[in-house]
């Protein structure tokens, strides 16, 4: 097969691709429709700090599994994204498992706030402290 290239001084043609962005809502899973994006959303928090919360304490998915009584494919799956099998109170639960404290806060929307009331996932940053 022989390349034919474009005379010199000449441009090939080059296809262009329009591509269209859209500015974010602020929660990826209403911009791509999942239903009840507010819930995945949190899900996904609960699920990331599990996962933060395994890596930090050295658990492979099997000693994570016993801990939560579920199997190594639950963890797998979930550390994967597909944890809509779990509510929130479990995941919330298993975080308690792996030896945090949940901690649920309610207040009230700031009244000039233009955002709508909301439900987030924050987690506090442990400082290790030197004995002395």
Do not use: C, W, Y
């Not at 199997?71 to 550390?79: G, R, Y």
């Not at 639960?93 to 009331?117: M, T, W, Y």
């Amino acid at each position: 097969m022989t390349k034919v290239l474009p005379k010199k001084g000449h441009r090939r043609a080059v296809d262009r691709v329009t591509t269209k962005i859209t500015k974010s809502s602020g929660n990826v899973f209403a911009d791509i429709g999942v239903p009840n994006p507010e819930e995945h959303l949190l899900k996904a928090e609960l699920v990331r700090r599990i996962a933060a919360t395994m890596e930090e304490q050295n658990l492979n998915q099997t000693s994570a599994a016993s801990l939560l009584a579920v199997t190594q494919p639950d963890i797998s799956k979930m550390l994967k994204g597909h944890f809509r099998q779990f509510s929130v109170e479990r995941l919330m639960r298993f975080l308690v498992a792996l030896g945090s404290s949940v901690e649920i806060v309610v207040h009230p929307r700031a009244p000039a706030s233009d955002k709508h009331a909301q439900i987030t996932v924050t987690a506090e940053r442990t400082v290790a402290r030197r004995a002395h």
